[in-house]
């Protein structure tokens, strides 16, 4: 009798989960690891590749699932629908195409343990993980032999695999390339304005669109100056929006280095320390899932 594949490992396409996948292996045996990517279609290309390769390192498929082309047409059909970027509990992208689905892969699959691909350095977001989500019987690879991204990319290289290209780039995740991660920061998209103007130009315009079909401020970037939250004037926009000439552009923003991001990979940009409301988990099960698509 075929066992079941009881330790869920989240592959984000970063070098963190990578390892990690390839850790739990070494933990618990390959035959009870099942390994699941949450597409969202906005990936750099050489994501695939990349995935490819972790397969062939892991001796196991890589399974994909994702809301593109069942619930969403686009990453832009979502914040076009909810006319937004960011929510109060982050990218909203990634609440839709990887945090609520996987909250509903917990439902309806038997698990012992969730792996995730948090290093040593992410110590806040495993406490989150444990304070708000204990249903997941979340467990780090990463904290358990003591890594750090920096490690987790030179085991990756001894293994014959190049990182993902976006790292060469000189970005620190490989999050959402094909349009810019909304989640990216100031030095994140400074950069992007510098390196990838056709990028930078999309998004600035879906910004401009989203503002002037809601009828107020849509932006990525928000001003955190004291100043600014007092007068109400937080959103930065990628470009000056003429009917909004009191909210800065990124222009006006001092220049930053390329900030650290967190790997997209159910908890992108959400505020997971912060306590749930009951109500929340209704909202998010609202769509088919299509579990029975994982062959085990």
Known sequence: MKKHKDIVCWWSGGITSAV????AIDIYGLDRCIFIFLGTGNEDPDTYRFKKDCESWYGAKIHTLTQIGKKWKS????????????SATGAICSSELKRDVRLK???????THQVFG??????KRVKSLFYNHPQAKPIFPLLMFGLLKKECIKIVQEAGIEPPRMYQL????????QTGCIQGGIGYWKKMKEEFPEKFNAMADMEHRLTDEKGKPVTMLKDQSEYA?????????LKPHYDYPYHKSIDDMKGRPVEPLMECNGF?????FDKRKETEQEINFEFDFGVDDIKL
């Open 229 to 237: 939250k007092r007068k109400g004037i937080f959103h930065v926009f």
């Open 118 to 123: 948090f290093d040593l350095d992410e110590a």
């Open 268 to 272: 992108c940009g959400t505020n997971d």
């Open 170 to 177: 000189g970005f620190k995740n490989n999050n959402c390339f």
């Open 105 to 111: 892969f917990e439902k309806q699959y038997k698990y």
């Open 75 to 86: 990453i832009q059909d979502i914040w076009e629908h909810y006319l937004t970027l960011n």
């Open 20 to 23: 990690a996948c390839k850790k």
